[in-house]
């Protein structure tokens, strides 16, 4: 779905979606970040797990367009959503909360496919999709 988001000198970005999440209350309120599958989070990074701390550097864009980088940690066999979640999470408390099902996205210039990062989007009245 190609849209007008000036994030980067192209014209158009296209969203990939990537994996749907339906958020708990340890999500929302945890010290962990959100928690995501093994199979959402290798789908989240493109394929490529983790740096040599374990941790991959995802950004993630607003609706703004304001840059929100957060972390894809793993805890043990489990992967989490960190960095700049809690803070995202604060900053969006009126569409993003405990029970609310979040999209998350991934960008890339529609001619060349190169990726330019991350957005997350949560469904509205008739379904119509919002970018948080």
């Known amino acids: 779905m190609p849209a007008t988001r000036p994030i980067c000198s192209r014209k158009t970005v296209e969203f990939r979606k990537v994996f749907e999440k339906k958020l708990s209350q340890e999500d929302i ?3 962990h970040g959100v928690y995501i599958p093994k199979n959402d989070a290798v789908k989240l990074c493109g394929g490529q797990l983790a740096n040599e701390n374990g941790d991959s550097i995802l950004l993630f864009y607003d609706v703004q367009n304001n840059p929100w980088e957060m972390r894809l ?6 992967y ?3 960095g700049k979640w809690s803070q995202f999470v604060r900053a969006k408390e009126y569409l993003i909360s405990e029970g609310r099902t979040v999209t998350l996205y991934r960008l890339s210039c529609p001619s060349c496919g190169e990726s ?8 509205q009245l008739f379904g119509q999709l919002i970018i948080v």
């Open 116 to 123: 330019i990062g991350h957005t997350i989007g949560v469904p």
């Open 29 to 31: 309120q945890g010290h």
């Open 80 to 82: 989490f959503l960190t």
């Open 73 to 78: 940690c793993r805890s043990g066999r489990k």
